[in-house]
Each structure stands twice: as C-alpha cells, then as structure tokens.
C-alpha cells in the first residue's frame, strides 16, 4: 500500500457512515493530500466509487486484503 | 457548477421508516448536495429532543422477525402489550451489531452537515405539539416554502 498522510479505520460500520466519517476526515486535510480508510462494509466498495466520481477526490486504490477494505483517496 | 440540491418528505414517525430521510439526507450532503428535509405529520416525531421511536410488524408481512416470530406467533400475538417495545429493542440491538448508526447519530450527522430540518407548522398546530419538545435549530414553515427550494431541487423524494 503506498503512502498516506492520513488513516481512517470505519471497521464494524455500516452504511452509510464510511462515507460520512470520511467525508468529514478529508474535510480536515490539505489538498493533495491522501486518506486511508479501512472498512468491513462490502457496500463501501461501490459507495468510495461514487463519493469519488461526485466529489472530484480521486480514488487512488480500492483492494480488498484480509478480509478488509481498503481505499486510498488523495484530497483535490 | 452550481451545487446540487436534495429536497425530501419525511411522513413516516416509526423507527424503520426514520433511517431512510436522515442516511440519504447525510450522504447527500456528504456528497456536496444542498439538503433540506421537511418533516409533516408523523414525521415530526422524528425531530423531538427526546426519540421515542418504535417499529412495529403490524400491518408489515415483509418484516423479517428473528426465530421465526411471525410464524409460530401470528399476527393477534404481535397486539399483546409489550410486544412492541420488545420487538423494538431487538431491531435496536440487531442495528446496533451491524454497526447501523442509531437515529440519534444520523440526525446530529445531518446537522453537522448543515442540512435544513423544517417542521411542517400546520402539523404542530393539528396536534397541539409544543415547539419546546423539538430539537433546537429547526425552522417552522408550510407546503408554499417547501417548493421554494423543491423547485429548483435535482432530487425531490417523499418518504
């Protein structure tokens, strides 16, 4: 996994609060910036797609590893 | 490009039927939509400081019920006094080892998020409801300014 400034572990939540915590853990970082987010919700795969398309912050990286998600998505 | 806007109907005063306004209402506006919910009739419930939301499986054959409940305790079983706050306890703990936020959680997201609450005024009237049982920050209006922003909403549901 490359680098990141920023982690956010959304494990155990549901829809659509991966989305919403990472909304508001972006809204604190710099542009160019690049968030990790951890979740559980098979749901966010589809969802950090969208949030991404929507919002204009680039997904970098989607993968699933152990059982986890894992998303990279650099602020714009 | 001009910000997308999110205008909802909130009709509904049980616990099932809250999730939907405040979830597509927070995303919405996690996703840079400009949200405004109007809350009229059994919606209101749904902006009282203190929730007391219930759900119930009557009337509702497509809720599913843990161990098989709707079938060895057909519908007269789910009248007996009790029965609902049990039921609503048990989709309270099933919510809450899912990790489902709680209705408490998605409505202060909702405010953080600057999405406008509006009371339907008409419905405060009809019930005799005092404005001191509602959350702070809401505002009271009717169906006129509803459309004001219904109008020039993308995205317009009524739930």
């Given at each position: 996994m490359a680098d990141f400034d920023q982690e956010l572990d959304a494990s155990g939540l549901n829809c659509p609060l991966p989305i919403l915590r990472a909304k508001k853990t972006l809204s604190g970082m710099d542009a160019g910036q690049i968030l990790h987010i951890i979740a559980t919700d098979p749901g966010s795969v589809k969802d950090f797609e969208a949030f991404s398309k929507q919002t204009g912050n680039e997904l970098l990286e989607s993968k699933e590893e152990g059982g986890k998600f894992h998303f990279l998505i650099k602020k714009t | 490009m001009d910000e997308k806007k999110l205008a909802?109907?909130?009709t509904k005063g049980s616990l099932d039927?809250?999730?939907p306004p405040f979830i597509l209402a927070s995303t919405a506006a996690a996703l840079g939509y400009e949200t405004q919910i109007f809350f009229t009739f059994y919606g209101l419930q749904l902006l009282k400081k203190k929730l007391a939301l219930e759900v119930t499986p009557l009337g509702n054959?497509?809720?599913p019920m843990p161990m098989g409940m709707d079938k060895w305790f057909p519908v007269l079983g789910?009248?007996?006094?009790?029965?609902q706050g049990m039921v609503t306890s048990m989709m309270k703990q099933k919510m809450k080892s899912k990790g489902v936020a709680s209705i408490e959680e998605l409505r202060e997201l909702c405010i953080e998020a600057e999405v406008k609450l509006i009371a339907c005024q008409m419905t405060v009237d009809l019930f005799d409801m005092d404005r001191a049982v509602f959350i702070d920050g809401i505002e009271y209006a009717g169906a006129a300014a509803f459309f004001e922003f219904a109008g020039d909403s993308d995205i317009c549901l009524y739930i």
């Open positions: - | 909802i109907i909130a039927w809250a999730y054959p497509g809720m789910m009248t007996l006094p009790g029965m």
